[in-house]
């Protein structure tokens, strides 16, 4: 407060209701003449939440009822949305609180950052109007951008939509449908929405901090449908929806088709360098709850990509996985991604899996085709690893006796499951 | 193996290196961005110790009881 004020000479404890604090200046005649009013947005509209929770703002009036200054308190929301979150806040000083805060008409909100756009303006304006009218005694409207917000079913329909057709994509081994969900995926939640199933999520979920479900009902719908395809069939979102996965494989058959030379590494080294991203998934979860907030999450090259702010570091970042992305297929999730690690650990769980019939002679076509390297030879006999596999369909597509197929399963080990195969085989021999 | 794999089994480890270590750049520009907002450029509350401590002093309290003002995590002496 003496940073905003100073000159000011007093500035009273937090009174009153609506509660503020109220600020005054020595005067040589009059000792105590109120100069402005500060208030805490929060205290006066906790119901009004920005992507991750509430957005606490500090805002400064003057008795004639002037914004003379605005200062972030506290916030939750994803660092790559909020970069200029500070130029943002700056065009609501000067303002006069009987006026209008209507975000695209009065107020230039932050791109691909709606939500949290809304959710402050939402809040000066409610608030402001409310130290106006009742601290003030000032003849303030209504406040202009408190329509009561309506739910948006589309939002719900559309990642219905897209699910189902990937889902369908997966269950009918229908390569279309599955070009048809990630292209949808890329458009949708990419550009459209730049909304998507991340590292961040998982710590606001961890944190309990949710958004209202009636202005943002798609970042339920993508939590929900997302662990559902998980526990049923596997990696159905990573596989056929992700709007990066999209772009990386596109980036990739870019390659193949300029025969530019593809990396390839030893299976060994390739199996364990996938643990990187479990020590990425581990890193951001613990830096994350250690710090209080998602700041530490937001290291996903997809959020930093469909947001479309970043650093330089953060810019150089994305551009260098892409790069690779062209030389090797989907260098990210394989290697990198946390939430795909953290994806993966649930699919290996799912109800449906793919197996392999007795049938089976340990051709191998399987295992040279598989673009993830999930499929591994192990005395001749495939063993698919379900964390790596992204649905694709390629081996049942290729596979020369057609005994690849979705069965329902219980839960074993990758070891137990290559033995208790081996056996079946064994049997039926 | 053939010396390609080996030496993209190199390149691999190499890339990701350097991959991690953006990240963990990106990450600490991340926290740091929030604290940035929430502290630096958000509202901080100042104290101008020596009016404080002409006030004290004005209400009659001993010298000592001031001393800590000046001291950032300092605590006032105990009687």
Known sequence: MQDVFTGAEKVHPK????????????HPDNPEVLTAVAFNTYDLTPEIKGYAGPIKLLAVISPEGTIRDIRVLKHSETPAYVFTLDDFISQFKGKNIAGSFRLGKDIDGITRATMTSEAVARSVDKSAKKIGRQA???????????QPKTLSYIHIILPLLLFMAAVCGVLGRNIFLRWLALLAGFIYLGLIKSTMVSVVQLVNIGMLKFPDFVTNPLWYCLVVLTLLSLMILGMVYCGSICPFAGVQEVLFHLGRKLKWKELKFSHEVTQRARYVKFGVLFVVLAASFMIGNSSAANIEAFLILFAAHASQAGWAFVVFILVLSVFHFRFWC??????????????DKSIYKIHFGPECGGC?????VCPVGAIQMVDDKPLIDYPECILCNQCVEKC????????????????????????TLTKHD | ??????????LLIVLLVLIVLMMGQIMKENVASIRMAVLANGAKPKVDVDKVKAQLRQAGLKPYEAQYWGIPGAQPQKD
Do not use: W
């Open chain 1, 400 to 423: 020369p006796k057609e005994v690849l197929f979705f069965k329902k399963s219980f839960h074993k080990s990758a070891q137990q499951r290559g033995s208790t195969e081996q056996d």
């Open chain 1, 334 to 347: 394989k290697f990198l991604c946390p939430i795909g690690a953290f994806n993966g650990l649930l699919a």
């Open chain 1, 136 to 146: 003030l005694k000032l003849d303030v409207g209504d406040p202009s951008g408190d």
């Open chain 1, 364 to 368: 191998g076509v399987c295992d040279k």
């Open chain 2, 1 to 10: 193996m053939t010396n390609t794999t080996k030496s993209g089994d190199k």
């Open chain 1, 15 to 26: 009174l009153g209701s609506p509660p503020r604090y109220d600020i005054y200046q020595a």
